[in-house]
């Protein structure tokens, strides 16, 4: 039998009764100007004063919330000695019947629809209102998957909080048990926009568990339970809750409220940062499809919809790792060493040198390989080498071990340059060994064997040094180069150096000059000498005494 119901309610046609209870009576009605369907709320418990004021409190906090997010307020009425809110129809599901019917929402759905619920309470915490009873049942889902915040009926706001005789009393609790923080027990009155984060956090772990953290009854117990802070992790509960949501769940859900977030910006910052990779539209219409059905919908999975970017991205890594690791193997010789050691034959070089050589590239030295084809003789791609005393060490005789790697020994009174292998096909080929002004040439033959070439021409090499000095008076600068008298340290004293044979000052070791004029004080040079220099420049400048 269908119930009776007015034709009008006001200027609002009624189409029926949503929903009836001891407060009152809810109907659908349809706006006459707007030709859309409304929510009419009618009060019918009159003789409750404090039910009464909270009523029209609702109405005066929705008036002044204009948010896509908030449940918009058409108007606000009296007729025939009762009140009545005609608020706007989300033609949909409460996000408690969504949980009951799904038993658990997906990570990516639960959070898009925490990040609406933000959007919401930030809006309405910029005009200081509290909701005080954030939970599923007053979160409307529409058909079209719009998400809405709704019943304002115990929602505190600045006014309120500072009024005296507020409608609600010190040391009463006022909400939906499950879902309110521990200071809400204590005082209603008195809690801040954090009462709603708690109760946030409560919903998200409903949202993605299917269960909440805490039991739902008013008592001793379970508030000492919620001021532990100890629940169940929700990842033993649903092993696919990802760790943002675990964090966001801790953080919000901390018994003291200076310990949770303290605004709702955080909270939809971590969210987006989220949900950026995601199609959130193809979010939005999962959840539209399971507002309109009636029975359970198995959610399909979502994807990152940059998941083939960062493949793509980790298989380029991959590769480029791959080369890198190659290119290195390849330029250190072990490719060729190892993997093409059947067609490739390792060829070592090694140039003994006097052990003044310097191995500081005054003087390189460089090794050219030639295929010995008796006509063209190309150089062989790729084979020039540097040699080098990179590594110097001091041996007890002998010309030094030798190795593959660039490098050096010293041995005695030589050191021996070394260079990278040289990797050949079996056959006929020459090598150019360039120092300076010397060149070396050699031809040999590359078989299966290990070859090893020692170039030892310039090993024993010391030049006669030729000495072209210049000497200056320091402060005029005039030269006083014939007036000079120049010595050099000689076996064991200082002798002009017309007296020392040319042919015995040689290089490749330490030589003393001295430089002295009536007059003026003497200034000495020690100079070292490579193995190739043969002639000195020296300019000196004498400073007169006194």
């Known amino acids: 039998m269908a119930e009776n119901y007015p034709e009008f309610i006001g200027k609002y046609k009624v189409s029926g009764i949503i929903a009836k209870g001891g407060m009152g009576v809810v109907y659908k009605a349809v706006h006459p100007s707007l030709k859309r369907y409304v929510v009419i709320k009618k009060m019918t418990a009159r003789r409750n004063s404090s039910n009464v004021e909270r009523f029209k409190r ?39 019947k969504l949980i009951q019917k799904q038993i658990m929402l997906s990570p990516q759905l639960a959070l898009l629809i925490l990040q609406d619920a933000c959007f919401a309470l930030k809006y309405a915490h910029s005009k200081d209102i509290v909701h005080r009873d954030i939970k599923p049942g007053n979160i409307l889902i529409s058909k079209r998957a719009e998400i809405k915040l709704a019943d304002f009926g115990i929602a505190s706001d600045k006014e309120q909080n500072t009024e005296e005789g507020s409608l609600t009393q010190t040391g009463v609790a006022l909400g939906t048990p499950a879902y309110m923080p521990p200071e809400q027990f204590e005082n209603s009155a008195m809690v801040d926009k954090r009462a709603d984060i708690y109760a946030l956090g409560i919903m998200l772990y409903e949202m993605v568990t299917g269960s909440k953290p805490y039991p739902g009854t008013l008592s001793i117990e379970t508030l000492n339970t919620i001021k532990k802070g100890k629940y169940i992790s929700p990842k033993k509960l649903n092993k696919d809750v990802p760790p943002v949501v675990c964090k966001l769940i801790k953080k919000m859900l901390q018994p003291k409220a200076n310990r949770r977030f303290q605004s709702t910006a955080p909270i939809i910052k971590i969210i987006k940062k989220y949900l950026k990779h995601y199609d959130t539209h193809a979010i939005r219409v999962q959840l539209a499809k399971l507002v309109l059905s009636a029975e359970k919908v198995e959610e399909q999975t979502f994807v990152p919809k940059d998941l083939k970017i960062r493949k793509v991205r980790r298989i380029v890594l991959s590769v480029a790792g791959v080369l890198v690791l190659f290119a290195g193997c390849w330029f250190s010789g072990l490719v060729q060493r190892y993997a093409l050691r059947h067609w490739l034959t390792p060829v070592s070089i090694e140039m003994i040198m006097p052990s003044s050589a310097s191995g500081g590239g005054d003087l390189p ?182």
Not at 58 to 75: G, K, N, R
Not at 436 to 459: H, M, N, R
Not at 515 to 539: K, M, P, T
């Open 58 to 96: 609702e109405a005066q906090i929705l008036l002044d919330l204009q948010s896509p997010y908030i449940v918009h307020l058409f108007d606000y009425f009296t007729e025939g000695g009762y009140r009545y809110m005609v608020e706007e129809l989300v033609d949909g599901m409460a996000l408690d």
């Open 365 to 546: 030295v460089k090794a050219f390989f030639f295929e010995n084809d008796g006509k063209s003789i190309p150089e062989v791609r790729g084979s020039e080498r540097v040699l080098s005393v990179r590594n110097e060490k001091r041996g007890n005789g002998g010309s030094g071990s030798s190795g593959t790697g660039g490098g050096a020994s010293q041995a005695g009174k030589h050191k021996v340059f070394r260079a990278k292998d040289v990797f050949l096909r079996p056959g006929e080929y020459r090598v150019k060994v360039a120092a300076g002004p010397y060149v070396w040439w050699q031809s040999f033959e590359v078989t299966a064997e290990e070859k090893k070439i020692t170039c030892d021409f310039l090993k024993d090499m010391r030049r006669p040094i030729k000495v072209v000095p210049n000497v200056t008076d320091a402060v005029s600068g005039s030269d006083i180069s014939e007036t000079a008298k120049i010595t050099v340290w000689y076996g064991g004293a200082w002798k002009e150096i017309a007296e020392v044979p040319q042919e015995k000052i040689l290089s490749g070791t330490v030589w003393k000059f001295r430089f002295s004029a009536a007059g003026y004080e003497e200034e000495i040079f020690s100079l070292w000498f490579d193995w190739y220099q043969d002639e000195l420049f020296l300019s000196a400048k004498l400073t007169p005494k006194g």
